[in-house]
């Protein structure tokens, strides 16, 4: 199904992403901060069977095409894409937008199917539009959102939405007619430590004496950690990855395995080189880990994404999913580490609430007045946890706080 459109360009809406070749997707992804828009993870996402229609993630790509006067397929370029799913429910999302369904259902309002856009199960910020570069961006991307409103429009559906958005982009989406909803994640900020001491420096002394003792604990019970980066990582260890993903969804998020195991095991080689890896041992087994975190680096960012052990060690969780990253992020010159969802923990070790959004049309009227009438009130409501949260951190300088802060934007 192709929608010709004025000028040299045409859209397309496509099944898998595996009918663009990986060269010419990577070349609109790769410039990108966000390592989870490029072909390799979204792919790997489908093949795996984690992101399926079957599994209420049916894959729609949008794709924008500079056509050539002879007209044929070869005589093409692809210059736009954006990674879309038809979603029947909103597992997976990490926005609960659920009041909105239930609002939608008292309606008389079918809410689902919807049209998202996000990179499924990946709550880390940097969704967008993927254009070349040195193509006119307000242009495409108006093209773009035409191409999505007409979909949606010709398929009844209730409203789309874009999750965890870059901030640049937002901006330009707010002026095509999207609204933004204020959210926030825990985000830690590397402001130019030189070693692990200056992180614990930003602490008060109560709780540089509590991160001290966390990481003694991790010895006395007899483990120590290794950080495996790249083709570092040992081949064994990449169902194991699996393992501890799948333990940790079983004891404590019943009904959010979305991943499989082949979606880790085919992590192996050709995206290696995003993933780094800390794995906890015992002093009498270095080869069985017993723990394990596994993060993905691109550039100057970290993300921890998933967490998993087979016993319950004092404070192994904080070691592999915090300390270990964020020396491993100071010494390798990253810039910010998002460790993913929840907070609880992460704010009292030098994750400040940070702000970030996602942008929603509703396509019925009714929907859509609801959504204008409410959403400023919803989020000042966000925007005064953020401070809430922030001014009560365990930091010794009030500067690092604010610091940490960032513009809420609403």
């Not at 001491?197 to 002394?205: A, E, G, Q, V, W």
């Not at 495996?228 to 699996?242: A, D, F, K, M, N």
Request: with cysteine; net charge negative.
């Amino acid at each position: 199904m192709v929608e010709q459109l004025k000028y040299q360009y045409s859209l397309s809406w496509i099944n898998q992403i595996a009918e663009i070749p990986q060269a010419d997707w990577d070349e609109l992804a790769k410039p990108l901060n966000t390592p989870f828009l490029e072909w390799e993870w979204l792919h790997n996402l489908e093949t795996s069977g984690s992101a399926t229609a079957q599994n209420g993630w049916r894959p729609y790509h949008l794709v924008v095409w500079r056509d050539y006067p002879s007209g044929r397929l070869r005589d093409r370029q692809l210059i736009a894409a954006a990674p879309l799913y038809l979603k029947g429910h909103s597992y997976g999302e990490f926005v609960f937008d659920h009041q909105w369904a239930d609002l939608s259902h008292r309606l008389g309002i079918n809410y689902y199917p919807k049209l998202l856009g996000m990179t499924p199960f990946t709550p880390a910020v940097g969704y967008r539009f993927l254009i070349a570069l040195g193509e006119d961006e307000v242009m495409i991307t108006e093209l773009m959102v035409a191409g999505i409103n007409n979909f949606c429009d010709r398929h009844r559906l209730s409203g789309c939405h874009f999750l965890f958005v870059d901030p640049d982009w937002r901006v330009m989406m707010e002026a095509n007619g999207f609204t933004s909803w204020l959210h926030h994640g825990y985000i830690w900020s590397n402001q130019n430590f030189q070693c692990f001491d200056d992180y614990l420096k930003m602490f008060n002394s109560n709780q540089r004496k509590n991160i001290k003792r966390e990481r003694k604990a991790v010895k006395q019970a007899g483990l120590y950690t290794k950080t495996y980066v790249g083709e570092e990582i040992p081949p064994h260890l990449y169902p194991s990855i699996y393992q501890f993903y799948s333990s940790t969804c079983d004891k404590f998020y019943w009904g959010s395995k979305y991943l499989t195991r082949q979606f880790f095991e085919q992590l192996h080689p050709n995206y290696s080189d995003r993933l780094l890896l800390v794995v906890a041992y015992t002093e009498q087994d270095d080869y069985n880990p017993v723990g394990m975190s596994f993060c993905i680096q691109k550039g100057d960012q970290l993300y921890g994404r998933y967490w998993g052990c087979y016993e319950e060690y004092n404070a192994l969780h904080f070691e592999a999913c915090y300390y270990q990253p964020i020396e491993w992020a100071i010494a390798n010159g990253i810039k910010s580490y998002d460790p993913g969802a929840g907070g609880q923990h992460k704010k009292r070790r030098g994750f400040p609430a940070t702000a970030n959004h996602s942008l929603h049309r509703f396509y019925h009227p009714r929907m859509a007045q609801l959504l204008h009438n409410y959403i400023g009130d919803v989020n000042r409501l966000e925007q005064e946890e953020i401070i809430a949260i922030n001014q009560d951190l365990p930091f010794n300088k009030q500067e690092v706080t604010f610091h940490c802060d960032q513009n809420l934007g609403i």
